[in-house]
């Protein structure tokens, strides 16, 4: 199937079997690592299967998984934003910077979204406007926005949000269902809808596998990689909000390394690095699985830095093995 | 004429040039050729890297584990040190050369075997590789005091009135520039980056290739790792974290094409040599060294903004020959 040669002029009558192709996808596997981790987890230690505990460990991932969604979809199309922990940084900044001219809650949010969804546009414009390749155009904002905040701020740090700020970061909707998993399930609902079962979602595929042919059948191919990039400075905004409310401070190097672990989570999540295939099934349950890996391993008393080898190592093997499996397969046919 | 004027190092020397004057104006002291040997030495570790960087980025790929990878070696170097002072100082060096190049071939085996893409593999290595910084440390320094005399002092030593870590870059720049020039090594890079598909019909094997330019990338990393611990004499996990970027930003800066095919030597020391000189330049005019990041991002953006214009119209240029020759 995967090559032209190896399956010669033979055309199936029909697909493969919907069951089948369910079973053997990339999402049961991701469905198999998670149950996996998870019951060594509950082997491992004695504290984790607890309702409160299991709340916790979406914290681990609610943030960083809300920015993964949207970046799916950048990366479906075959660009990337690595400026997304500089959002971050400078929306929180400007938030507290607003919080000392004394801003009541809803001014702060949206100080932090409106900061987001510019800070996107900023990218968008720069990739679609002139036509810039987007790794380097983000990396030059990652410094740019990280910067902007540093100018800001210092070596300082704003403290003393308002209470019900602080409920988007701490608040529970029910008993041990946070605010912010909320959140991110219903984010992953609009993705998933506005990805798998719309005309924008299929446009994003298309432009994905062939970005000259996407343009030549209709489909205006910058506008819409400007709307995906303002997307995710949006998701980034609320992410900012939820992360500054959680913390209650801001400093300059808040969110540090995220942008990693969200590109981490959607590779995981079985987006295709190149553009053009992905689902946000796939990038929910890989945001799940890191957040059960790093709590687990924090459960066991791991030390921070020694669980990014496990989520390195893991982003490795999860796309190595699929290819080896292959390689393997067409060896021996 | 017009070549010299159309040429990016030319006029990325000449904006390191005007920022050089601008900062003499006010401040006389600063353009005193031993400043400028000073900025040059400050900023050879990342003019080495820079190469590295350039050599791998010329093949499409990108290497983000590039900080990682000097990170564990300098600790690697460091604990080695303090537990056998007495291994000289040379072999030291050649042992950082190795583990960095192994290091490197760890990254180019799965980009050329398993053909996963550059930035995936070298996402999940420069969080392994740091990872491993503090599993073979237990989160531990390596302080100045478990150093030998040997090992802080040898880069610090002069030879013909320039400090030997200088000299360490112009060696390094002079191998790279005669690999990127003078071999079929060097002609391979660039090739595939321009057209992998031809580069296949003329007998290149581009994963190898690629392989080899993530070798000499990892045995810079290693090499810069040893010199990065003697220099800033302490080992620890947060050695050049988040270097990876800056790496990166010297090249575009120096006019290295992301798209792979497109880059100099001289760009790429350039672009290094032009975030050294901001960055000594800051702190002399009295502006807060946190404007360093967003100074430097601008100038990125800057910078790529400038690459892509004169890359398209090079396009054209050539379209235009061969309509006349037509």
């Given at each position: 199937?995967?090559?032209?040669?190896?399956?010669?002029?033979?055309?199936?009558?029909?697909?493969?079997?919907?069951?089948?192709?369910?079973?053997?996808?990339?999402?049961?596997?991701?469905?198999?690592?998670?149950?996996?981790?998870?019951?060594?987890?509950?082997?491992?230690?004695?504290?984790?299967?607890?309702?409160?505990?299991?709340?916790?460990?979406?914290?681990?991932?609610?943030?960083?998984?809300?920015?993964?969604?949207?970046?799916?979809?950048?990366?479906?199309?075959?660009?990337?934003?690595?400026?997304?922990?500089?959002?971050?940084?400078?929306?929180?900044?400007?938030?507290?910077?607003?919080?000392?001219?004394?801003?009541?809650?809803?001014?702060?949010?949206?100080?932090?979204?409106?900061?987001?969804?510019?800070?996107?546009?900023?990218?968008?414009?720069?990739?679609?406007?002139?036509?810039?390749?987007?790794?380097?155009?983000?990396?030059?904002?990652?410094?740019?926005?990280?910067?902007?905040?540093?100018?800001?701020?210092?070596?300082?740090?704003?403290?003393?949000?308002?209470?019900?700020?602080?409920?988007?970061?701490?608040?529970?909707?029910?008993?041990?269902?946070?605010?912010?998993?909320?959140?991110?399930?219903?984010?992953?609902?609009?993705?998933?809808?506005?990805?798998?079962?719309?005309?924008?979602?299929?446009?994003?595929?298309?432009?994905?596998?062939?970005?000259?042919?996407?343009?030549?059948?209709?489909?205006r191919v910058d506008r819409i990689k400007f709307v995906l990039f303002c997307l995710?400075?949006?998701?980034?905004?609320?992410?900012?909000?939820?992360?500054?409310?959680?913390?209650?401070?801001?400093?300059?190097?808040?969110?540090?390394?995220?942008?990693?672990?969200?590109?981490?989570?959607?590779?995981?999540?079985?987006?295709?690095?190149?553009?053009?295939?992905?689902?946000?099934?796939?990038?929910?349950?890989?945001?799940?699985?890191?957040?059960?890996?790093?709590?687990?391993?924090?459960?066991?008393?791991?030390?921070?830095?020694?669980?990014?080898?496990?989520?390195?190592?893991?982003?490795?093997?999860?796309?190595?093995?699929?290819?080896?499996?292959?390689?393997?397969?067409?060896?021996?046919? | 004429?017009?070549?010299?004027?159309?040429?990016?190092?030319?006029?990325?020397?000449?904006?390191?040039?005007?920022?050089?004057?601008?900062?003499?104006?006010?401040?006389?002291?600063?353009?005193?050729?031993?400043?400028?040997?000073?900025?040059?030495?400050?900023t050879s570790i990342l003019m080495m890297l820079a190469l590295g960087q350039m050599?791998?980025?010329?093949?499409?790929?990108?290497?983000?584990?590039?900080?990682?990878?000097?990170?564990?070696?300098?600790?690697?170097?460091?604990?080695?040190?303090?537990?056998?002072?007495?291994?000289?100082?040379?072999?030291?060096?050649?042992?950082?050369?190795?583990?960095?190049?192994?290091?490197?071939?760890?990254?180019?085996i799965l980009v050329w075997k398993l053909d996963i893409p550059p930035i995936v593999?070298?996402?999940?290595?420069?969080?392994?590789?740091?990872?491993?910084?503090?599993?073979?440390?237990?989160?531990?320094?390596?302080?100045?005091?478990?150093?030998?005399?040997?090992?802080?002092?040898?880069?610090?030593?002069?030879?013909?009135?320039?400090?030997?870590?200088?000299?360490?870059?112009?060696?390094?720049?002079?191998?790279?520039?005669?690999?990127?020039?003078?071999?079929?090594?060097?002609?391979?890079?660039?090739?595939?980056?321009?057209?992998?598909?031809?580069?296949?019909?003329?007998?290149?094997?581009?994963?190898?290739?690629?392989?080899?330019?993530?070798?000499?990338?990892?045995?810079?990393?290693?090499?810069?790792?040893?010199?990065?611990?003697?220099?800033?004499?302490?080992?620890?996990?947060?050695?050049?974290?988040?270097?990876?970027?800056?790496?990166?930003?010297?090249?575009?800066?120096?006019?290295?094409?992301?798209?792979?095919?497109?880059?100099?030597?001289?760009?790429?020391?350039?672009?290094?040599?032009?975030?050294?000189?901001?960055?000594?330049?800051?702190?002399?005019?009295?502006?807060?060294?946190?404007?360093?990041?967003?100074?430097?991002?601008?100038?990125?953006?800057?910078?790529?903004?400038?690459?892509?214009?004169?890359?398209?119209?090079?396009?054209?240029?050539?379209?235009?020959?061969?309509?006349?020759?037509?």
């Open positions: 199937m995967t090559d032209a040669t190896a399956t010669g002029r033979h055309l199936p009558d029909r697909l493969d079997n919907p069951l089948k192709s369910a079973v053997v996808s990339w999402e049961s596997l991701l469905v198999l690592v998670a149950l996996g981790i998870f019951i060594g987890n509950s082997f491992a230690s004695p504290y984790f299967l607890n309702a409160w505990s299991l709340s916790d460990l979406t914290f681990n991932f609610t943030e960083k998984g809300l920015i993964a969604l949207a970046m799916a979809l950048v990366i479906i199309t075959g660009e990337i934003d690595l400026s997304v922990a500089s959002i971050i940084a400078l929306a929180s900044t400007l938030m507290g910077l607003a919080l000392q001219f004394g801003a009541d809650t809803p001014t702060l949010v949206a100080v932090g979204v409106g900061v987001g969804i510019l800070c996107g546009a900023f990218n968008g414009f720069l990739v679609t406007g002139l036509k810039l390749p987007s790794i380097v155009v983000t990396i030059g904002t990652m410094s740019l926005f990280r910067g902007i905040a540093f100018i800001i701020l210092g070596d300082q740090s704003y403290k003393g949000y308002p209470k019900d700020f602080s409920w988007f970061g701490q608040g529970y909707v029910w008993w041990v269902v946070s605010f912010e998993l909320v959140l991110f399930l219903v984010a992953a609902a609009i993705f998933y809808v506005l990805l798998h079962r719309t005309n924008f979602g299929r446009r994003v595929f298309a432009i994905g596998n062939n970005a000259t042919a996407a343009r030549f059948s209709g489909v995710t400075g949006l998701m980034s905004g609320i992410a900012a909000v939820l992360l500054t409310a959680r913390l209650g401070s801001t400093r300059p190097s808040i969110a540090q390394g995220f942008e990693l672990d969200v590109v981490t989570m959607v590779v995981l999540g079985g987006v295709s690095i190149m553009g053009g295939a992905g689902s946000i099934l796939g990038v929910v349950l890989a945001a799940l699985i890191i957040g059960l890996v790093t709590f687990g391993l924090g459960l066991l008393n791991v030390p921070g830095i020694v669980m990014t080898i496990f989520t390195g190592a893991l982003l490795i093997v999860v796309i190595a093995l699929p290819i080896l499996f292959r390689m393997f397969r067409e060896r021996r046919g | 004429m017009n070549r010299v004027l159309k040429s990016r190092e030319v006029w990325l020397g000449l904006a390191i040039l005007a920022v050089l004057v601008l900062v003499t104006l006010r401040f006389p002291r600063f353009s005193q050729p031993s400043n400028l040997l000073t900025i040059f030495n400050d050599a791998v980025i010329l093949t499409r790929s990108i290497d983000l584990s590039m900080a990682s990878n000097l990170a564990l070696t300098g600790m690697v170097v460091a604990m080695t040190n303090a537990a056998f002072p007495f291994i000289p100082i040379p072999l030291l060096i050649a042992g950082c050369i190795v583990v960095g190049a192994g290091l490197g071939a760890f990254n180019g593999v070298t996402l999940g290595t420069l969080t392994i590789f740091r990872g491993l910084v503090f599993v073979i440390s237990g989160g531990a320094w390596v302080n100045a005091a478990q150093m030998s005399t040997d090992f802080i002092q040898l880069q610090r030593g002069s030879f013909l009135g320039l400090p030997i870590l200088s000299w360490f870059a112009i060696v390094v720049a002079a191998l790279v520039y005669v690999l990127m020039t003078r071999t079929a090594w060097g002609r391979a890079f660039y090739a595939i980056g321009v057209n992998p598909t031809a580069s296949v019909y003329t007998g290149i094997d581009v994963g190898r290739t690629k392989f080899l330019a993530f070798v000499l990338s990892g045995a810079i990393s290693g090499l810069c790792g040893y010199l990065w611990i003697s220099r800033y004499v302490i080992a620890s996990v947060e050695v050049a974290s988040g270097y990876e970027l800056t790496i990166v930003a010297a090249c575009v800066i120096g006019g290295v094409s992301i798209a792979g095919g497109i880059g100099t030597v001289g760009g790429a020391l350039l672009g290094a040599l032009f975030l050294g000189v901001v960055n000594n330049a800051l702190p002399v005019i009295g502006v807060s060294p946190f404007w360093q990041m967003a100074i430097s991002g601008a100038a990125i953006l800057l910078a790529v903004v400038l690459n892509a214009s004169s890359e398209r119209t090079k396009g054209r240029i050539i379209l235009k020959k061969a309509e006349v020759a037509a």
